[in-house]
């Protein structure tokens, strides 16, 4: 059981340019989602999903575009990096059914993007 | 969802008990308490969650308090690989984690 897996796990992009950030999970979790860490600012949400066809944004959604066709990916596309964006990237999922108390969030190893 | 509150930095002497506390004084009666830690640069892993009554599993301990404004999570014997970030949060069960804030946590560090 792989979990959520990222790719890359490294990238350096030039202002500009474009580039998917991939997430895929094998537990078949409704819910899925992508945050940024910057240092000392915790973890921030940039889109989420709670099912194929269903995304909406998160706390900081500027600059990325996200679609879900499928259960198990999620990814998420700078169209046009700038410097502002280099963090690292999180895709987290997780089962959406109410009243589940052990609703965990697995999170992938992240990917580590520098816009230069 | 209520916000919480943890002291930024701990250290803790290899073998000894490690106790992080939380602040969640806006905690509603549907929100249970997580904890989750991030190892290095990892990403964050699950440790452990509650209601109102204390919890154990193989990681930690966790006690809430009687008015559930606060908590603490206990990780009995620190080991140097429990040098990590470990974050609060709450949630409603009935809703997803797209409403959690994961604030900047508390870095403990295990001293040998």
């Known amino acids: 059981n792989a979990g959520v897996t990222q790719t890359p796990k490294f990238q350096v992009l030039k202002t500009g340019q474009s580039m998917t950030l991939q997430c895929a999970q094998d537990?078949?979790?409704?819910?899925m989602s992508w945050y940024r860490q910057d240092p000392g600012m915790g973890l921030r949400l940039i889109h989420y999903?709670?099912?194929?066809?269903?995304?909406d944004q998160g706390e900081v959604p500027n600059g990325y575009n996200v679609s879900r066709s499928t259960t198990e990916d999620f990814p998420l596309r700078l169209l046009s990096a700038a410097p502002s964006q280099t963090s690292v990237y999180f895709c987290?999922?997780?089962?959406?059914?109410?009243?589940?108390?052990?609703?965990?969030?697995?999170f992938g190893a992240g990917t580590r993007l520098s816009v230069l | 969802d209520a916000k919480t509150t943890q002291p930024p930095s701990m250290d803790c002497a290899e073998g000894r008990a490690a106790n992080l506390p939380c602040n969640h004084s806006t905690i509603s009666g549907n929100e249970y308490v997580y904890w989750y830690r991030q190892i290095h640069s990892q990403g964050p892993q699950y440790i452990i969650h509650g209601l109102k009554n204390n919890e154990t599993n193989e990681m930690a301990s966790l006690i809430i308090t009687e008015d559930r404004k606060s908590s603490t999570l206990i990780l009995p014997h620190a080991t140097l690989r429990d040098t990590a970030v470990y974050y609060c949060?709450?949630?409603?069960?009935?809703?997803?984690?797209?409403?959690?804030?994961f604030g900047i946590g508390t870095k403990l560090q295990v001293i040998p």
């Open positions: 949060i709450v949630r409603v069960v009935a809703g997803g984690y797209q409403k959690v804030t």
């Open positions: 999903s709670v099912g194929a066809g269903i995304t």
């Open positions: 537990m078949n979790h409704e819910y």
């Open positions: 987290a999922s997780s089962l959406q059914r109410q009243g589940r108390a052990k609703n965990i969030q697995y």
